[in-house]
Structure formats: structure tokens, C-alpha cells
């Protein structure tokens, strides 16, 4: 496959994920009398996961952001040399999805991107529950080392076949559930550099924290898979023979 259609893949299926996840929590989380909430926010972000992992993964292996690249590059599954063209692809496919999300979010009279945010990620007094940087840098660093323990176990040759999507939808609204009331939860630095860029200010002064701590998180996790499968056994299959592992 060439790099343009990975790339591409990319792009839109970033896009996607911005767009209906920040877009859930923008457009329909508060909704006078029929609002989301955490719940339905969270579960917004894991189906526009599921949902392109179906569609684009068999042409990019749908990563949508730098933080599992990185950390599917440190597990052994990424050549390093793609890292750079599928981070801009994620990063601008982010951007442009923040931007239309405004356009639309502007169209109601008393909406306010100064009041809202845009879904921006933030600590301390940017922070849903007024989490301190401390919180959002742990929170963040170990949510992302267990997203890509999930997309790594849950893509392994030993492991269920056809599954993946789903362990990987449902992995990021957990995380969402457990890391919104900390910082809006990013654990990937695209999505949090779309939004970051639209509302300006505090949210591009606390963009670092975004990239830092999910590459961390996403390259400890490549690393303990990685660690973790080649100390496995391959698993028998049920004609007794041996599957070669991972």
C-alpha cells in the first residue's frame, strides 16, 4: 500500500475521531434536557475508534494517533522511517476536524469558544475537576501504557482473530470514563493539538503536557508487550501444531 493511501487513512480516519468525539462532547454532552454526559462522551470517542478500525485498518493499521505509532514502533510493529508521515497526517486531519467542529459549534447564538473550549485538554484550572498537573501527567503516562497494551495484545497472531477493533473501541471509553473529570483525556497528542490550536491561549500553553506524557506512556507500553509476548510460548494450534509467535 502506498504511503498516500496510508497517509490518507490516516487523516480521515483522525478526522473522524476528533470530530465525534470532541464534536460529542461539544455539540451534545449538556443538550438542555437530553445531554450525553461522561458516559456518552466516552462512548463517542471508542466508536469513532471501532468504527475506522473496521474501515481504514486494513490500509493504515489505523493508529490515529502519534502516541500509538510511536508506541506500535517500540513494540517492533512500525518502521521508524514511517513515524513522521503519518504524525503530520494525524496532527492536520486533528486541525481540520477542530475547525469544522467550530464552524458548526459557532452557529448557536450563545455559544462561546472562550466559555467551551472546544474539548481542549487541560490541568489545573482548565482541568473538569480541577486536577493538578501531577494527576494529568500520571493519569495520561498510564492510560496511554494501557491503550497500547490492548491494541498490542489485542492485534498479536495469538490473539482472537477479528476482535481487535472492539478490545481497542472499548479500551478507549474506559479510559475516557476514567480520565475526563482529570483532563478532558487526551492520551493521544493529535487529538489534543486540533482543539489546542482553535482555542489558543492556556490550551496551547498546556499542549506539552499532551505530547509528553502519552509518547511516554505509548513507548513504555511497546516496550513491556514487546518484553511481555517474547517471553511467551507460541500458543498450540487446535491441530496441536505450533503458531509461530508474534
Keep these: ?3 498516500f493511501r496510508r497517509t490518507s487513512a490516516e487523516f480521515l480516519g483522525t478526522f473522524w475521531l476528533v470530530f465525534g468525539g470532541c464534536g460529542s462532547a461539544v455539540l451534545a454532552a449538556t443538550f438542555p434536557e437530553v445531554g450525553i454526559g461522561l458516559t456518552g462522551v466516552s462512548l463517542a470517542f471508542g466508536l469513532t475508534v471501532l468504527t475506522m478500525a473496521y474501515s481504514v485498518g486494513h490500509i493504515s493499521g ?4 502519534p502516541a500509538v505509532t510511536v508506541g506500535l514502533w517500540a513494540g517492533g510493529r512500525f518502521p521508524a522511517k ?7 497526517a494525524q496532527v492536520v486531519g486533528a486541525f ?3 475547525m469544522v467542529l467550530y464552524v458548526v459549534a459557532s452557529g448557536k447564538a450563545d455559544w462561546s469558544l472562550a466559555a467551551k473550549g472546544l474539548a481542549a485538554n487541560g490541568y489545573g484550572e482548565h482541568s473538569p475537576g480541577a486536577y493538578n498537573l501531577t494527576s494529568g501527567l500520571v493519569a495520561e503516562v498510564v492510560l496511554t501504557f494501557m491503550f497500547l497494551i490492548v491494541i498490542l495484545g489485542s492485534t498479536d497472531r495469538r490473539a482472537p482473530a477479528g476482535f481487535a477493533p472492539l478490545a481497542i473501541g472499548l479500551a478507549l471509553t474506559l479510559i475516557h ?3 475526563i473529570p482529570v483532563t ?3 492520551v493521544n497528542p493529535a487529538r489534543s493539538t486540533g ?3 482553535v482555542v489558543g491561549g492556556w490550551a496551547l500553553q498546556q499542549l506539552w503536557v499532551f505530547w509528553v506524557a502519552p509518547l511516554v506512556g505509548g513507548v513504555l507500553g511497546g516496550l513491556a508487550y514487546r518484553a511481555l509476548a517474547e517471553e511467551m510460548p507460541p500458543k498450540p494450534a487446535i491441530t496441536g501444531e505450533a503458531r509461530p509467535s508474534a
Design 62 to 65: 489505523c493508529h490515529l494517533n
Design 82 to 88: 514511517d513515524i513522521l508521515p503519518y504524525v503530520i
Design 184 to 186: 478532558n483525556t487526551s
Design 195 to 197: 482543539p489546542a490550536l
Design 177 to 179: 470514563l476514567i480520565s
Design 96 to 98: 481540520l476536524a477542530a
Design 1 to 3: 500500500m502506498s504511503m
